[in-house]
């Protein structure tokens, strides 16, 4: 038994120091983000937008919007994204074997014809291109039908391959982006265009908010549980990716967030990979990596304006989904590249943020759970004292709930996007509420994610429109091998 | 006195206008967007409108497409005001039947005489 | 136990920790109340001194009262004077201007290009920059190549670029030649702005080091600075892809048939892609027919941007073009499919109906 007494109290003290740690060095960072936040607060009069959306200079963009059965939101997110303040861009839209009226509802609505496209084959996709169309009165609008259901990320590349500017987005059907939502992101393309290749933008919730013409015109932090704590878990989210890590250029984007690449660097590393949701986590490693490969100077940029609002699962069931699947797909990442990880050659993307990730993402859903487990059993068996448990609370809980709460009030003294009261004090019990039970739940279902990672199952869930259904890597090789030029 | 309708979505641009085309004895109205536009006009028609041609929700381009194509105000004359660079946009504003336009940052003083002359043009029509 | 005096230390940081968040909280919500007086009081003023400034910018006197406004109603006043100077242009711009330095705004901001706290440097620099007056040019060099935060050479380095002058021009082009206190990007856009100002010095820049020159082509091109033509004539022949690339553009933006000679030279076989790309480009934009016969040709290139540049550059031609592309659309092969998507765009661009795809989808060409 005391053998026992001392593993409990052991595994005790390890989750109060690993959660101490952990928190602490969120601090360092929010702290730091923070203070440079509240002092940019002004900031966005220095953004120079005018300019850009007047500059020539601006480079083109292609949007990309892979869609699978939205007949209801699709008009309007395509509308939306044809309404962008931007000198010149193209909206290419990705059917990617919808069963509804999605493809009738943009036919009808943009007067497409079916026309005639040569769609490169750099990026290797699965599924065949059925027919291209493009509206009748000549604006930038292109919807490509594609023989699916693919994963999304098929469909993303085959956007990437039609795409025909030298900037590519992919944007997601669930997020609403402001009018200058390109020129902010496009921002540090123009002014080092030598050296970056990539740029995302800080994203923000959009339930609750007041939407117009597909625009968010009054943010507000819808009711209940789930919305409020999102909320201020992106806020926090945004802030760590400012000047922490920005500045380390080994950022990593926030899952499901608004970034632009160069075109020529995507198609480079290979495209959307089908383990990675279409997403941006895996493919910022792998352009580290490939980049890092090639020897070639690059920065990944951040950009800390908000300016893109995504609609956030408001159930427990899709939340759960989502989380597991972003879990599963970090783990697969982050076993991929495992060659980066601790690697001084990948520099402080290889050193630094990756092990972070590993460490403090990954591990902590095991972690946090094992701390329920075993200050439960302890305190049950008296094997640990109430004081220990005391001190969990409040150095691993209430540390938590701190550095939430240092987000929110920094988003409060700088962009100030919520401006009535309830949303503030809605925010502030997220802060809270987060540590007092979301957190827990939260490491559960990451921790499914995980486990299916490593067991390689195939997820039985794949409801969300767009999700990929299918588990695993199977990343997209380049057609060819062809060296380019990052300036 | 003659009427002109100034749609922009920037309040200072509006005051700008506004208060040199009072002052050279207009009566002016105003909306800040394209729906506020399409609502005024449908109160009570311009002798001119000044358009902007990039606004949020309904673009300026739009709001003159549905004009052209109603009987009622497909003879209203059109000034688009428009930024730097934006040839696609004037472009297309001529196709759909625009009179002239207006790049900013603009000289108020040009814009008024940019009015007058769209004005005693389609007069003389 | 040895664990407890840590577990003391740590109860009473995690104490102070909760007392700190609460300081925090109470401190917000002061600051939202006190941001929501002041707004208001913001706004009062703003009503009070904008009718003054919008009849100083349509050519009225400045009241006294404007002139001397202090505090709030100073501040108000400038706000607004800055928000509508960067609207206008032109006469009006001169008359903000004006105000502006009766109220001594052009001592104050230069002084305040000193201030320790970088954002009001930034500040300032931006607001010289709308002022676009000489006397400011020398700090605001003095900002882009010495300011130790690059917020602030950027926002000084866009404020040089708004002054119109060659002082600025050089200054530009010399900040480039060290290790760059500034993006490239942001030099090239306050060229852009300066103008005519900054063509001399681009010019020569044509002759210089390997990055500049590429830049310098670039804006030569967007300014449409047409004897510049021999220049990059010169930099089309030799050097690196990305210098001849964007000569190449520059040229078809500047739309002379006398280029077309050297243009074609770099649709070469044996030439770079993306340089070949270009030229394809370039001819596009330049628009004379007798280059339809060497695009045409390389309508079958394996290269997808070279096919695909010269099919769509064939579709600006109008007459001799659209036939080339008909009689590749026709054929068999990848040429073909370039030249019904052009034959496509421009029925669409011109508000026809375009012809009807064949029943299987285009597949697309490596590259």
Avoid at chain 1, 199 to 218: D, F, K, L
Avoid at chain 1, 424 to 436: G, H, K, P, R
Avoid at chain 2, 15 to 36: H, I, N, P
Avoid at chain 3, 15 to 20: E, Q, R
Wanted: glycine fraction near 10%.
């Amino acid at each position: 038994m005391p053998v026992a007494a001392a593993t409990v109290r052991g595994f005790a003290w390890f989750c109060i120091g690993y959660f101490v740690l952990l928190n602490s060095a969120s601090l360092m960072l929010l702290a730091l983000a923070a203070g440079q936040a509240v002092m940019d607060g002004g900031r966005e009069r220095f953004a120079g937008l005018p300019e850009i959306f007047a500059s020539p200079l601006a480079p083109p963009i292609s949007l990309i919007l892979p869609v699978r059965d939205m007949a209801d939101l699709i008009a309007g997110s395509t509308r939306g994204l044809l309404g962008l303040r931007y000198p010149e861009f193209e909206v290419i839209v990705v059917d990617d074997g919808s069963t509804d009226a999605t493809f009738a509802r943009l036919q009808a609505e943009f007067g497409l014809i079916p026309v005639d496209k040569v769609i490169r084959d750099e990026l290797a996709t699965a599924g065949r291109v059925i027919s291209v169309h493009a509206p009748r009165d000549g604006s930038n609008l292109l919807v490509i039908r594609k023989q699916g259901p693919g994963r999304r990320a098929d469909a993303v590349n085959v956007g990437v391959n039609a795409a025909r500017h030298p900037l590519v987005c992919r944007v997601d059907p669930a997020a609403y982006l402001d009018a200058d939502a390109l020129l902010t992101v496009a921002k540090p393309f123009i002014e080092d265009p030598a050296r970056v290749v990539a740029a995302s933008a800080a994203i923000r919730v959009a339930n609750g908010s007041r939407i117009q013409a597909g625009r968010v015109t009054r943010p507000r932090v819808a009711g209940g549980w789930l919305v409020p704590i999102q909320a201020a878990e992106y806020l926090r989210s945004s802030l760590l990716g400012r000047t922490g890590w920005s500045r380390l250029s080994g950022m990593l984007p926030i899952p499901g967030g608004f970034s632009v690449y160069r075109r020529d660097v995507y198609e480079l590393v290979g495209g959307s990979s089908a383990g990675g949701d279409g997403g941006d986590l895996e493919m910022t490693i792998r352009i580290h990596q490939r980049l890092r490969d090639e020897r070639q100077p690059y920065r990944i940029a951040f950009v800390p304006e908000p300016c893109c609002w995504t609609v956030v699962p408001h159930t427990y069931r899709r939340l759960a989904q989502q989380r597991a699947r972003w879990s599963r797909n970090l783990a697969v990442a982050l076993w991929v590249h495992r060659a980066m990880i601790f690697n001084a050659g990948y520099g402080k993307a290889g050193l630094l943020v990756l092990p972070c990730y590993l460490v403090f993402e990954l591990v902590s859903a095991v972690v946090e759970l094992l701390a329920v487990a075993v200050f439960a059993a302890g305190l049950a068996l008296g094997l640990i004292g109430p004081g220990v448990v005391l001190l969990f609370v409040t150095a691993g809980l209430g540390y938590g709930a701190f550095l939430t709460l240092v987000s929110v009030i920094a988003e409060e003294l700088s962009y100030r996007r919520y401006h009535s009261w309830r949303d503030f004090a809605l925010l502030v019990y997220a802060a809270v509420a987060e540590s007092a039970g979301f957190r827990q739940l939260h490491a559960w279902w990451r921790l499914r994610g995980l486990a299916g990672a490593v067991l390689r199952r195939r997820p039985a869930w794949a409801t969300e429109p767009g999700a990929e259904g299918q588990s695993g890597p199977a990343f997209g090789v380049p057609a060819s091998g062809r060296h380019v030029h990052v300036r | 006195m003659t009427s002109v309708l100034v749609v922009d979505d920037d309040p200072d641009v509006c005051d700008l206008v506004t208060y040199k085309l009072e002052q050279s004895g207009f009566d002016v109205r105003r909306a800040s967007d394209g729906d506020a536009a399409l609502r005024e006009v449908a109160k009570k028609v311009p002798d001119l409108v000044l358009l902007d041609v990039m606004m949020p929700g309904v673009s300026g381009l739009e709001v003159l497409e549905r004009w052209r194509s109603d009987e009622t105000t497909a003879g209203m004359p059109v000034i688009m005001l428009t930024a730097k660079a934006q040839e696609n946009d004037v472009e297309r504003g001529f196709e759909l039947g625009a009179d002239d336009y207006v790049i900013k940052p603009f000289s108020p003083r040009e814009l008024v005489r940019r009015v007058t002359a769209v004005l005693s043009r389609r007069q003389s029509v | 136990m040895p664990a407890f005096p840590v577990a003391g230390f740590l109860l009473d940081v995690t104490g102070a920790g909760a007392a700190l968040a609460v300081i925090l909280l109470l401190g917000t919500v002061a600051a939202r109340v006190l941001r929501a007086l002041l707004s208001g009081r913001r706004a009062r003023a703003e009503q009070m001194m904008r009718p003054m400034v919008l009849a100083v910018v349509s050519g009225g006197t400045a009241p006294a009262a404007l002139i001397s406004a202090r505090g709030g109603l100073g501040r108000a006043a400038e706000r607004i004077a800055f928000a509508y100077l960067a609207q206008v242009r032109g006469e009006a711009a001169v008359f903000l201007a004006d105000l502006l330095a009766r109220r001594g705004t052009m001592g104050r901001l230069l002084r305040l290009t000193h201030s320790p706290r970088a954002h009001r440097r930034a500040r300032a620099a931006e607001q010289l920059g709308l002022i676009a007056s000489p006397e400011a040019e020398h700090r605001l060099a003095e900002l882009v190549t010495g300011d130790h935060n690059p917020e602030v050479r950027i926002v000084a380095t866009r404020a040089l670029g708004k002054t119109g002058s060659a002082v600025a021009a050089r200054t530009l082009l010399h900040s480039l030649s060290r290790p760059a206190p500034v993006p490239e990007g942001v030099v090239a856009s306050a060229l852009l702005e300066l103008g005519p100002e900054a063509v001399p010095g681009l010019r020569a820049e044509l002759a210089g080091g390997r990055r500049q020159r590429a830049m310098a082509a670039n804006v030569l091109g967007l300014l449409d600075e047409l004897p510049a033509w021999e220049g990059l004539v010169e930099n089309v022949g030799s050097g690196s892809v990305e210098v001849r690339a964007s000569a190449v553009r520059a040229l078809g933006r500047l739309g002379l048939p006398q280029a077309i000679g050297p243009v074609t030279a770099c649709l070469d076989a044996g030439e770079d892609p993306a340089l070949r790309a270009a030229a394809a480009y370039a001819l596009g934009r330049i628009g004379d027919p007798r280059s339809a016969q060497s695009l045409a040709a390389c309508l079958e290139d394996p290269h997808y941007w070279v096919a695909h540049n010269a099919a769509m550059a064939l579709a600006e031609f109008g007459g001799a073009g659209v036939s080339a592309l008909s009689l590749a659309a026709a054929g068999l092969g990848s040429g073909a499919a370039h030249a019904k998507e052009a034959l496509a765009r421009r029925a669409l661009a011109r508000g026809e109906r375009p012809a009807a795809p064949a029943r299987a989808a285009p597949s697309g060409q490596g590259q």
